[in-house]
């Protein structure tokens, strides 16, 4: 997969970020937050209409990549949804336009999980978060528009296919 073309001051705030990947999990914590708010000021860096928008479901386009990083635009449409899972790498998230709901979850066992709290982000929303876990989230786009978030992983994209270190079923009750 070949990253989506970057202007040359997107290219050197991903340089920066890649830098601060081999720092301190704090310092890279915050670099990529600052990143991401940087991104989500000027949604004219990103040119959407190089972005992968199924009609349905989750499109993932990546913007950079590095052995320690990968930068995805996620393309969500109406009823696009993410199983409930956890990471298996660093996972920081901003959302460019649209609204997506977030449902936390708490594991029960190896296999199921219940909520302990849902939220609806909107463009703006920030999170950022180290594989300590348990972290278990879904993410849905439950609204009438496709919403665009940008996502920094700590994992190299040539390496795994995802993010992704595993997966829930909601239990019932």
Not at 34 to 39: G, H, N, Q
Not at 80 to 97: E, I, K, M, N, R
Not at 164 to 170: A, G, K, L, N, S
Request: some cysteine; hydrophobic content about 40%; overall charge negative.
């Amino acid at each position: 997969m070949t990253p989506l073309t970057q202007p040359a001051d997107v290219e050197a705030m991903m340089a920066d970020l890649a830098l601060s990947a081999e720092s301190s999990a704090d310092a890279y914590l915050a670099s990529a937050r600052a990143t991401l708010l940087k991104i989500l000021a000027r949604p004219d860096l990103l040119d959407r209409t190089r972005l992968v928008a199924p009609p349905e479901g989750l499109g993932r386009n990546l913007l950079f990549g590095t052995r320690a990083i990968s930068v995805w635009a996620m393309v969500w449409s109406p009823g696009a949804v993410t199983p409930v899972h956890d990471h298996h790498c660093s996972c920081c998230f901003g959302l460019l336009s649209g609204s997506l709901r977030e449902t936390w979850y708490r594991p029960i066992s190896d296999t199921h999980a219940v909520a302990t709290l849902d939220a609806v982000r909107v463009p703006g929303y920030v999170a950022c978060m180290m594989p300590t876990g348990p972290n278990l989230h879904r993410i849905a786009n439950a609204g009438p528009e496709t919403a665009i978030s940008i996502h920094v992983y700590g994992y190299d994209h040539r390496e795994q296919a995802s993010s992704i270190h595993r997966t829930y079923e909601v239990a019932p009750g």
